[in-house]
């Protein structure tokens, strides 16, 4: 049988002795635990033997319960097996990499004398490195075939580092070999390098030579007259890194491939649509690769770089305008594909394997809840980040291209595109899990509807599309009983207020009060907070936090009304002719809209049968009945005092009357 074979059946056979004790640790555990309830149940039931006849016990339940030390010791022996031999690392691996350093310092330093005393020159040099790099891949091949793999493995890289750096130095250093010539060579020892570590299952082998691939272009400069070739030598490195990794399921060697094939196009020569296309089909292949083994961080990894070199050397490139943001689409578009149902990895098998790892091993769940979380959230990272990352890039794209002046609709009719894009997909692209849930793609889609119109409007026209956005979403999100529609329709009711008062410091001069354009916004913004509220007694089944909400929202509709309702009429006065002879009418305008406001609070408490509301139209009525002792009534003259607490007096009884009435009700029902 070859050594290979051999190797790789001892492998597999390992494998198989950790699984089965993980299974007999898990049999034990479930018998054990069958014994005690079923010992459990037979002290249950009555002593009386005439009265309890009693099965005969199953070969199973026969057997006596395992103690603890007999149930942890599966788990153990487990732990004992899977833990690292740290004595065989410190004492093999280590010692052996110290000793390969020294003997390469050693042989360093021997050669720096030899140069220094003119014991040898420069070919000379160049042909002892490379058959001292011949001599350790020989020797470590031999030493590998005799039982010591790691430590064969080990040497033979040595090797083909010190044939790789003797190349370099033919060329670079003494210029002995043509460039070109030099970079083949290099070339060569890598791939000999890579398909040893391919044939020999070592991944920190053809990693080594994976990064002797991408240092390659550098340290040797080949001039040429074609720009496809140094982009053709990355893709085809890059590629090939790639399928290796997936076959041989190597997340390492696929790390260094998406590190090294998104960060090296940045030394690359070409033409734009060149760098472009390659940016897009590595960002692709790289997907593709992680998501077929569920590796979230490499698909993380690829991601973030991929835009960031296309970012970063666009325009060292010379790609802009149209072809910036068309490129950018096509960055998107393989995400998109690549990355349906990404947040389904996580959900079910890292969980599983978790409670597999609990129930084998007995070890505390502990982080599981950490990671699920973790991966979770980089399951958001790849499906949430592409469209924002295109929207982006399409708007910078757009400013140093011909449609610059039509940049902000292009910006908005994009925005609504891919909101529409979203929500169909988590419509009609079943119900998916985690990141790729119906919940987050109709998320990301409303986000998109609702940051659509900042990209052409401002102050108060985009409240107003707000309004009218958050009248359709919850209108839709009522009648369809869509809880999500109806978040995005409180939303955007939330955004518009707030907008309102941030940009009242714009508001134009000349807008009329209570019936300006302005005045007419805020009412649309506090109507709607207040109909979103209402429209959920149509609502069924409604969230609990929807239930907790509505009280919330009336109460923010009602006090947004009381500051908009005294906002106005301090500019309606303010707008009159000698605004000072006004101050007194203006004082009592206030007064009497708290008081009257108070009056609605109450009739509607008392209407609804609702005690808040009732409260918080007590509350109003003692702040304005005591603005009006206070401050109203300090200056006035003795008729305008004696109309003024009439007036009070007439509202103030009136509630009390309305009180005394309603506890009187409350008396004869009871």
């Given amino acids: 049988m070859p050594q290979d074979e051999r190797e790789h059946l001892e492998q597999r056979l390992r494998e198989l002795e950790l699984w089965s004790e993980r299974f007999r640790g898990l049999l034990q555990e479930l018998r054990a635990d069958f014994n005690r309830l079923e010992s459990e149940s037979v002290e249950k039931l009555p002593s009386r033997e005439s009265e309890v006849q009693v099965a005969p016990t199953s070969p199973v339940s026969a057997q006596p319960p395992a103690s603890p030390e007999e149930r942890s010791a599966p788990a153990r022996r487990w732990a004992d097996m899977a833990r690292p031999d740290l004595e065989f690392l410190l004492g093999a691996r280590g010692l052996l990499l110290i000793g390969v350093t020294a003997l390469v310092f050693a042989v360093g330093f021997f050669v720096k004398e030899a140069v220094e005393r003119g014991w040898i020159g420069p070919s000379v040099r160049v042909l002892l490195g490379a058959a001292v790099g011949l001599v350790a891949i020989v020797a470590g091949e031999r030493i590998r075939a005799a039982g010591y793999r790691v430590y064969g493995l080990w040497l033979a890289a040595g090797g083909f580092s010190a044939v790789y750096l003797s190349i370099w130095a033919s060329a670079a250093l003494y210029a002995l070999m043509p460039s070109a010539l030099a970079f083949a060579l290099m070339v060569i020892v890598v791939t000999v390098a890579a398909a040893l570590g391919l044939i020999r299952g070592a991944e920190s082998f053809v990693s080594l030579a994976a990064f002797g691939g991408y240092l390659a272009p550098l340290l040797i400069q080949v001039e040429t007259d074609s720009p496809l070739f140094g982009l053709a030598y990355l893709g085809a490195l890059t590629i090939a890194g790639l399928v290796a990794a997936q076959r041989a399921r190597w997340v390492w060697l696929a790390t260094l491939s998406v590190i090294g094939g998104t960060v090296m196009i940045l030394a690359g020569e070409g033409g734009p649509h060149l760098h472009g296309t390659y940016v ?133 009719a994009l925005a609504l595109f891919l909101g529409a894009l979203y929500l169909g997909l988590a419509t009609w692209g079943g119900p ?30 985009v409240v107003r599309a707000w309004v009218v956005e958050g009248i359709a979403l919850s209108g839709f999100g009522v009648l369809r009983n869509s809880v999500e529609a109806r978040t995005a329709g409180l939303t ?131 702040i304005a009945a005591g603005k009006v002792f206070a401050y109203d009534l300090a200056a006035l003259s003795r008729l305008y005092r004696i109309g003024s607490f009439v007036a009070l007096a007439l509202v103030l009884l009136a509630l009390s009357f309305r009180y005394q009435r309603l506890r009187r009700d409350q008396d004869d029902r009871a």
């Fill in 280 to 412: 897009v089909v590595i960002l692709g292949a790289s997907l593709a690769v992680a998501r077929s083994r569920i590796w979230h961080a490499v698909s993380l990894l690829a991601l973030l770089l991929a835009w960031a070199s296309f970012w970063t050397g666009s325009e060292s490139w010379g790609l802009a305008g149209v072809a910036f943001a068309g490129y950018a689409a096509g960055l998107w578009v393989v995400a998109l594909i690549a990355c349906v149902g990404v947040g389904d990895w996580l959900a079910d098998r890292t969980r599983q394997g978790y409670l597999a790892a609990k129930a084998q091993s007995g070890a505390p769940i502990g982080s599981l809840e950490a990671d699920v979380l973790i991966g979770e959230v980089k399951g958001l990272a790849i499906t949430l980040l592409p469209p924002w990352f295109l929207l982006g890039s399409v708007m910078a794209g757009l400013s140093e291209s011909r449609y610059q002046e039509q940049r902000e609709e292009i910006g908005l």
């Fill in 432 to 461: 998916g899990k985690g990141a790729a849930s119906q919940l987050w793609r109709r998320a990301l889609g409303y986000s998109f509807w609702l940051f659509g119109p900042t990209m052409l409007w401002g102050n108060a026209a």
């Fill in 492 to 622: 955007a009711f939330g955004l518009g207020a707030l907008t309102y008062w941030g940009a009242l410091t714009v508001r134009p001069a000349a807008d009329a009060a209570f019936v300006g354009a302005w005045a007419l916004t805020g009412l649309a913004a506090c109507g709607g907070l207040a109909a979103w509220a209402l429209a959920l007694t149509h609502s069924s089944p409604l969230r609990d936090w929807e239930r907790q909400l509505r009280p919330v929202a009336l109460l923010a509709a009602g006090a947004f009304f009381l500051a908009w309702g005294t906002g106005e009429l301090v500019r309606f006065f303010d707008l009159l002719d000698e605004p000072a002879r006004w101050n007194l009418a203006r004082d009592l305008s206030i007064s009497g809209f708290w008081m009257l406001y108070a009056v609605a609070l109450l009739t509607l408490g008392f209407w609804l049968e609702r005690p808040p509301i009732r409260w918080a139209g007590l509350a109003m009525a003692l």
